[in-house]
């Protein structure tokens, strides 16, 4: 099984968001929080704990730099496992992307380079994790803003690797895909050609934002009309399936992203119908 999640829409918990909804325990099938983000304990983990009695939750790493060219962070992997065996979350997934080189380590989701050896490479890691933890994870595809000399496969065609070598699954981020045919061309109908979508456990879906005319994965926007076709297209081949709605910038105030919920429940219920 790829995940325990409900077949429905879920939302993207942030911190602005956690108190109230502790208190008024809005009606959401399931929330998805950043793990790295309870790693420190205290206040924050105890109001994860609260959460989780309440509602199903998807662990969501941002910090692991999965394609890294050097051993996995160790004390990472280890407060992640520690941080599962407190919450025992219905999901747990990462990043097809790298941040740490030389001994420095990079706040952003920098897209692996599809070059000969990056499948073993991450192969190898996305083991150590799942060996450690003791779980299947779900790996995600990252935007991109470059293409890389000597890349040798499509994203779609390193992430069916992955899954066939180590049994991972697969978190399909739409707006990811859609930033990337905005910015190289890259076709998403052919990337989804080329995905086993029956490992896909999670969907999610966001905004972006332009910057000297490029597409950047801000998730500080609503999704655009484009992001919600191709979720359209996507659920239509995959059937019921956890999607869920991010904002981590420009965090509109409860109820309007609320209001946005419905939105994507309603897409989804006319998906699979």
């Given at each position: ?48 704990e ?13 910090g ?23 919450i ?39 083991q ?62 052919v ?83």
């Amino acid at each position: 099984m790829l995940t325990t999640l409900p077949l429905a829409a879920g939302l993207g918990l942030r911190s602005p968001h956690i108190q109230q909804v502790l208190a008024e325990k809005p009606n959401v099938a399931w929330w998805e929080v950043h793990s790295e983000n309870f790693f420190g304990g205290g206040a924050p983990i105890a109001a994860l704990e609260r959460l989780r009695a309440d509602y199903p939750i998807s662990l969501h790493g941002v910090g692991m730099g999965l394609g890294s060219p050097h051993e996995l962070d160790p004390s990472h992997l280890a407060q992640l496992k520690t941080l599962i065996d407190r919450i025992e979350p219905q999901a747990i997934s990462e990043h097809l992307s790298w941040n740490r080189l030389h001994g420095k380590v990079y706040a952003d989701l920098l897209p692996v380079p599809r070059v000969e050896g990056v499948i073993e490479l991450l192969s190898e890691h996305i083991q150590i994790v799942q060996d450690q933890l003791q779980r299947r994870i779900l790996i995600e595809n990252v935007s991109s803003y470059i293409q890389f000399t000597g890349e040798q496969y499509l994203e779609s065609e390193v992430l069916a690797e992955l899954v066939a070598r180590t049994g991972c699954g697969l978190l399909l981020d739409i707006n990811n895909l859609y930033v990337s045919q905005v910015n190289l061309g890259i076709d998403p109908l052919v990337e989804l050609v080329h995905l086993p979508l029956a490992a896909v456990g999670e969907i999610h879906i966001a905004g972006f934002e332009v910057f000297d005319g490029i597409a950047i994965d801000t998730h500080g926007a609503a999704p655009c009309d484009k992001v919600w076709q191709l979720l359209d297209v996507v659920l239509a081949k995959t059937g019921p399936i956890p999607v869920l709605l991010e904002r981590d910038q420009n965090i509109p105030e409860l109820d309007s992203f609320l209001h946005d919920y419905e939105t994507l429940k309603n897409r989804c219920t006319a998906n699979w119908i």
